[in-house]
């Protein structure tokens, strides 16, 4: 099990709420027939997106809404919106988890559950919302460009060098 899957489950937790249904972790895994057990950290971490979605829906709702042309919330696939919610509540509330993952991940539940322009639906709209994030909080950039190993864009790296580490070269 993995976080891959405590997102699928996320996912079908969020979209069976707006249907008014209340199911639980494990009955979602019985339905969709996942065997596995899954390690009580990856069941956390699906009650926790489940949760601070939950909390943050009207801001969550009100971002994705500025930003899907062509679409109102309220007549969006409710696929599509359920994987944008779990992904823009990552980006806005998880800092331990970098913007490209999230949208990453997303574009694969799109993939599997979604239509098929889904996909590069949800990469267009996450992708703008990521740099509105990162104008809106500079130094979050940082952050998120040093966990993804990459340079912020616009700095470029200074290689220092010791007059031993150049005789050794």
Not at 9 to 27: C, D, H, P
Not at 110 to 128: E, H, M, Q, V, W
Request: glycine share 6%.
């Amino acid at each position: 099990m993995s976080r891959k899957v405590a997102r699928e489950v996320a996912m079908k937790l969020i979209f069976a709420r707006m249907l008014g249904g209340e199911n639980e972790y494990r009955s979602i895994l019985e339905q969709t027939g996942i065997d596995e057990e899954p390690p009580q950290e990856d069941i956390d971490f699906a009650d926790n997106l489940v949760a601070g979605i939950d909390q943050s829906i009207e801001e969550i709702d009100a971002r994705i809404g500025n930003n899907a042309i062509g679409w109102t919330v309220s007549r969006m696939p409710k696929v599509d919106l359920c994987i944008l919610r779990i992904a823009l509540y990552e980006m806005m509330h998880r800092e331990d988890i970098p913007h490209s993952v999230s949208i990453n991940e997303a574009v694969e539940l799109a993939k599997r559950f979604a239509g098929d322009k889904s996909p590069a639906y949800i990469n267009g709209i996450l992708g703008t919302l990521s740099k509105q994030m990162e104008e809106e909080h500079p130094q979050k950039r940082a952050k998120h460009a040093a966990a993804e190993n990459k340079p912020e864009s616009g700095v470029q790296r200074k290689l220092e060098l010791t007059d031993e580490d150049l005789r050794t070269l």
